[in-house]
Nanobody, 125 residues
């Protein structure tokens, strides 16, 4: 059974940094895409970043380019989202998800097959 578990969220001041982790288990992820999404209160879920596990290619939403970095550790079966220069508008629940049969790194949540439970990120001004 596929399981994705996020960790690393918390409260940080504007301008600070956090690193989120997405630990994957249950299957071989080498052909999958792992995406990070976020959802703020009253807003729709939005794509943040994605990584093709095997090739390591990445895709970012425009609003995080230059501030966030997605990476993976094959030995630990974990994907990371390093977030720097955080802003209050980055406050949201961040979730990771796996697209099991990816043609591309999809931006739509509907293309992802498995989801973690999410971790709260709060950025104070």
């Amino acid at each position: 059974q596929v399981q994705l578990v996020e960790s690393g969220g918390g409260l940080v001041q504007a301008g600070g940094s956090l690193r989120l982790s997405c630990a994957a288990s249950g299957r071989t992820f080498s052909n999958s895409v792992i995406g990070w999404f976020r959802q703020a209160p009253g807003k729709e879920r939005e794509f943040v970043a994605g990584i093709r596990w095997g090739a390591g290619s990445t895709l970012y939403a425009d609003f995080v380019k230059g501030r966030f970095t997605i990476s993976r550790d094959n030995a630990k079966n974990t994907v990371y989202l390093q977030m720097t220069s955080l802003k209050p508008e980055d406050t949201a629940v961040y979730s990771c998800a796996a697209d099991w049969y990816p043609l591309i790194i999809a931006r739509s949540a509907r293309d992802y097959d498995y989801w973690g439970q999410g971790t709260q990120v709060t950025v104070s001004s």
